[in-house]
């Protein structure tokens, strides 16, 4: 029934939605630093216009990619084209991974690092939408540093060591199997060199990575380590927003994006979020999503 429910509701997003694709397309700006990049499906097109498109209305962005997780269609990638010039697409097979988990959202870190070595990249999930001015984000991106969007108010990055302590006394608190982000977040303590790292308890899906701040030998080592701690649960969908979390948190400048300005839709404060990311549990309650999507698209 859940399937039924989400294909039933993306339908009226895409509906109600349906004028981002009668706008025009963005503009490249060679000056800028940064690189815009998502992973992005068939059945989330026309999110990841809107995203795109209402993010660009106040940040210059010089390249546009795509990660495309193998279900795009070849007039996906035509229409991507006609939206996103010079927008490159990468294909699943392009991105050679040996020694993380598979699947994911791995392929799409490692792909942020490859192109973080030219650019500053934002990773844009396509379930994102901005509703007015950036100017923290290019602020962060200006001062080539990096940044998440938060989980609470007055949030800031925190030592290795006091998140180990967090975390464990959260895991024994519940007891039972709990998300393999607690879970790793408790035994970060086996990673050479935690006590002078850093971590942001942030979301992957809206994260700036600073110019020159990651390597896939950076990712990779720590990913190693980190399954030799955990098993198999380190390939559990979730473990790459923790490596997300670790490479920002570490970055130069790194710091949380102010929040409820920057917020998922469980903390919307209408008149003064600007930026909100659609988390599954609540992204079309109401229809809430839909019709701020829609009313932005008028002001493109």
Excluded at 170 to 177: C, L, V, Y
Excluded at 255 to 278: A, M, N, W
Aim: net charge neutral; with cysteine.
């Amino acid at each position: 029934m859940y399937r039924y429910r989400d294909r039933w509701r993306r339908m009226i997003f895409d509906w109600k939605c349906r004028g981002v694709y009668a706008t025009a397309p963005l503009s490249s700006v060679d000056d800028s630093p940064l690189a815009l990049f998502t992973q992005m499906q068939h059945k989330d097109l026309t999110m990841g216009l809107v995203a795109f498109k209402t993010f660009a209305r106040s940040i210059p962005i010089q390249a546009f990619y795509v990660l495309n997780d193998g279900t795009l269609t070849p007039t996906d990638k035509v229409l991507l084209t006609k939206h996103l010039p010079g927008v490159r697409i990468f294909d699943p097979t392009e991105v050679v991974n040996k020694y993380c988990p598979k699947g994911g959202c791995w392929e799409r870190l490692l792909c942020i690092a490859d192109l973080s070595q030219h650019h500053y990249v934002i990773q844009l999930d396509a379930d994102t939408l901005a509703l007015g001015d950036l100017g923290e984000v290019w602020g962060q991106v200006a001062s080539n540093a990096s940044f998440a969007i938060g989980t609470w108010d007055n949030q800031d990055v925190e030592s290795m060591p006091y998140r180990v302590e967090k975390a464990r006394i959260a895991r024994d608190r519940a007891g039972e199997k709990v998300h393999v982000q607690l879970e790793a977040e408790a035994n970060f303590d086996a990673l050479e060199g935690f006590a002078g790292m850093k971590y942001l308890r942030g979301c992957a899906g809206f994260s700036g990575f600073a110019r020159g701040s990651v390597s896939r030998d950076f990712i990779q080592d720590i990913s190693q380590q980190m399954e030799k701690v955990l098993g198999s649960r380190w390939r559990e969908w979730g473990s790459e927003q923790v490596m997300s979390n670790i490479i920002v948190a570490n970055g130069p400048g790194a710091s949380p994006l102010p929040h409820p300005e920057y917020c998922d839709c469980t903390r919307i404060q209408f008149g003064r979020t600007k930026f909100v990311h659609f988390i599954g549990s609540c992204r079309f309650d109401e229809g809430i999503y839909a019709n701020m999507a829609r009313k932005t698209i008028e002001l493109l």
